[in-house]
């Protein structure tokens, strides 16, 4: 497959440990059996779409130990790219038992997510996780991370139990009232990451609730929704 070349403005970031690294076709088959189920990552250091969603992945690595993780180099590793009919990079394919179970085709944090999420069995449920963020990724990956923790997330102050605010204690209120599953973030914690979520969202106020990594809105909107109807619908 040909490829476009885009030079990153950003320089690439090391691999976690928890992602394999194969440098041929015959460490990558030996990385695909290390577990049932092996997510590739079909990537370049000089495309930028990859660069961004390496934090995603490397941070599904650390959060699902039960599954093998692989970066390939896509024209380094052409025979294996050729092999998963890889045209486009990034490219997600998910192995079981070395068989293609799901591909994510391009830069969408939220799908690779979900796929990934969907077939780690061994993943407890959590009604409310508490979303974490790792200080040494740059700005950008780490909000990527963030608004992508959780098929629903809502930015707040305190946490759902214990409301730092009326406005957060509110919204909490409505998403419970709907039944909705919700991770969240607690803003009062990372005055980096209070500041640049405003940026991020071009939203200027908190709470913030998003879904499938796109920002559904404030207070305001999360109510005028549920008083139409439409708030289920909208979340994932």
């Not at 068989?99 to 085709?105: D, G, H, N, Q, Y």
């Not at 979900?114 to 740059?138: I, Q, R, Y």
Request: contains cysteine; charged residues 25%; negative net charge.
């Amino acid at each position: 497959p040909a490829f476009t070349r885009t030079i990153p403005q950003a320089a690439n970031m090391s691999p976690s440990p928890e992602v394999l690294t194969p440098s041929s076709a015959e460490a990558f088959d030996a990385a695909v059996r290390s577990k049932a189920v092996c997510v590739v990552n079909f990537r370049a250091d000089w495309c930028e779409p990859c660069v961004h969603m390496d934090a995603v992945f490397r941070g599904l690595a650390a959060e699902h130990p039960a599954l093998a993780f692989a970066e390939v180099d896509a024209e380094a590793l052409l025979p294996v790219s050729e092999r998963f009919a890889v045209d486009a990079i990034p490219t997600y394919v998910i192995l079981e038992g070395g068989a293609e179970k799901r591909r994510v085709v391009g830069a969408s944090a939220p799908q690779l997510v979900e796929a990934v999420k969907a077939l780690d069995t061994s993943a407890p449920a959590k009604a409310a996780p508490a979303a974490k963020t790792d200080a040494s990724l740059p700005l950008d990956a780490r909000l990527e991370r963030l608004v992508n923790a959780a098929p629903n997330m809502l930015f707040m102050k305190g946490s759902p139990d214990a409301p730092r605010c009326g406005f957060s204690r509110q919204i909490v209120e409505l998403l419970q009232g709907e039944g909705a599953q919700f991770g969240h973030f607690d803003i009062l914690t990372d005055e980096e990451v209070r500041q640049g979520l405003k940026t991020y969202s071009n939203w200027p106020t908190y709470p913030q609730l998003y879904s499938r990594g796109k920002l559904v809105g404030g207070l305001d909107v999360v109510r005028e929704m549920k008083e139409e109807g439409e708030l289920k619908d909208a979340l994932a």
